[in-house]
């Protein structure tokens, strides 16, 4: 399944079917329902942005497709190609995460956080050259051999989006991935999911930023919990 090997079937259909997903926090006396009955499928080979106003849930919503958190009611299905597997189960080839804090592993450089992925899989020596040019095309090939902490944040983000699409994953959820980027960079790291798109992976995009959704194939809102297709109302 994973798009790089020659040797596999151009994936179609739907990465993942959630129906009717509802997750609410309790803050006090209060409850926050953060997802409020979401329903949302995407497809191999499209790019989605998810958009919305802080506090409408985007974050939750990765999480809980990515099996960071349980939701307390609805369904969430995956393609049989994937195992039908848990999330929180998947590999990095299937399934890769660019979270909002980044999750770079502080002990490790720049070029040893982008092969975690292959580390994982033991497959260090075949992937360094794929690591390097995608490091080359992020801008941060110099900073191989450097800790995360020596690095400006737009750098950390652009290692962390490396490591994501290093295997080529079925699927990308990434969080807010160019929130510390100019435009130039923006549209370098769109460009790349863009191309992980065009090998039949799918992305689902967190972004608030408007000058981001021309690189999206659909664009789905969420407010106050709820997700409905479409750009929000007041950017229409
Ligand atoms: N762990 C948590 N505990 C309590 N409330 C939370 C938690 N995570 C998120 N929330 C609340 O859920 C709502 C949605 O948050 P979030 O998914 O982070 O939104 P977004 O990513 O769109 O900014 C907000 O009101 C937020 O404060
Ligand atoms: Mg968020």
Known sequence: MNPGNAQSPVPTGAVFRARGLVKSYQRGADT????????????????????????????????????????????LDWDDDLGGARADRMRWDQLAVVPQSLALLAELQGAENV??????????AQW???AGDLMERFGIDQL??????????????RCS?????????????A???T?????GWTEVLFTAMRDLAAHHG?????????????????????ADGRLTEGAPADHI
Do not use: F
């Open 179 to 183: 929130a510390h980027q100019d435009s």
């Open 175 to 177: 969080d807010e991935p």
């Open 144 to 157: 191989a051999k450097r800790l995360p902490d020596q690095m400006s944040l737009g750098e950390q983000q």
């Open 32 to 75: 926050v329902t953060a997802l409020d009955r979401v329903d949302l499928q995407l497809e191999y080979g499209e790019v989605v942005a998810l958009v919305g106003p802080s506090g409408s849930g985007k974050s939750t919503l990765l999480n809980v497709l990515c099996g960071w958190e349980r939701p307390d009611a609805g369904t």
């Open 115 to 124: 092969l975690l992925p292959a580390r994982t899989r033991k497959q260090i």
């Open 128 to 130: 360094t050259q794929p």
């Open 202 to 222: 799918a992305c689902l995009i967190a972004t608030h930023n408007p000058a981001t959704w021309q690189y999206a194939d659909r664009i789905v809102s969420m």
């Open 161 to 173: 989006v490396a490591r994501a699409l290093l295997l080529s994953p079925n699927l990308l959820l």
